[in-house]
């Protein structure tokens, strides 16, 4: 019984010695966070619109290009080995297919 108590006061002295520190050193730094200065301000709201306006485009680019009238549509040949790249891979591994895979286990 006793290793067990020194061992939960270990692990609980190596707890208080880092969040000890941690919390003096994020209280640190959200208390020294000074407010912008007009410019600073300026640039914030810059940057904040800027990201708004990505998000805004990029979501409607998706929407655009997801939508069945704004997908590109090409037809795709059955036979063409580069629409296939992982059937080499599996025909040099020597699995022809799954039913032969699966009949010879």
Do not use: C, K, W
Request: aromatic share 2%.
């Amino acid at each position: 019984m006793r290793p067990i108590v020194a061992l939960l006061g270990l692990v609980t002295a190596m707890l208080v010695g880092v969040a000890a520190p941690l919390g003096a050193i994020v209280t640190a730094g959200l208390l020294s966070r000074q407010p912008l200065s007009a410019a600073g301000a300026e640039v914030n709201d810059h940057l904040t619109g800027l990201d708004q306006y990505i998000r805004l485009a990029e979501a409607d680019r998706m929407r655009v290009l997801q939508s069945p009238q704004g997908a590109l549509r090409e037809p795709i040949d059955p036979n063409d080995r580069g629409a296939r790249p992982f059937t080499v891979g599996a025909f040099a591994a020597g699995v022809g297919s799954v039913s032969s895979t699966l009949s010879s286990s």
